[in-house]
């Protein structure tokens, strides 16, 4: 298996187990990080998700130029899925918070894989980039969009026309990372964020994913009148009462998740 997945205790973890390729993704992988995605979406039982590479030198490399039948830059675009890059980059349906364990290099769909995650921990030796202009090709699953959305322009374009790489440090100075580590805590430092999340009620964290999604293209006004299926379904929830009743009883809420 080129993927390792499991869950455990409300936590899916996600693992390209490709080291020897610097977990780049060749079509199979990719085939593999979508069924998982989407049996993730269909789970309500999970509320974090975890996704990082096997070994200590990358998070992902990108796209496996080196597979057999590698196709021409029209073919891999027409052949991009809708949810873009190992399944998530481009991703729009997912309610359930994504964090990214960046343990080395995170290049061409390697980055854009990140960018389609919502907490970004990275370690002090991690690098970020996308080379694609470097080789003929476009960063075309969210790259050439996210990027400049996340960063000022004149920082993305730099990073986007150049293909240059810059290092965690840069990227959390940039906004695109969210804590910087060194290698031997990235672990504890993942974890600790996985408590923040479990700690707070499910439904609302679907809602808060959901709502922001929805109204990036809204004015403030517009967006706080959406209507949407999480933000009822939270409001209405047992847990709703539950989070009100425990702050009254200075103890630990008991999330139901309904």
Known sequence: MSVLFFVENHVARITIDRPERMNAIDQATQNELVRIWDAIEADPDIRVVVLTGAGERAFSAGADMQGEAEPSGLDYWAGLP????GGISL???????VIARVNGYALGG???MVLGCDIVVASSNAK????ESRVGRLALSGGIVHLPRRIPHALAMGMLLSGRRIDAAEAAKYG????VVEPVDLDACVDRWVADILACAPLSVRAIKQMVRAGETKTPREAQMLRLPALVAALKSEDQNEGVQAFREKRAPNWKGR
């Open 110 to 112: 390697g980055m854009e």
């Open 91 to 97: 991703r729009d349906t997912l309610d359930v918070p």
């Open 82 to 85: 809708a949810s873009g890059f």
């Open 176 to 179: 695109l990372v969210n804590e």
């Open 128 to 131: 970020f980039g996308l080379p």
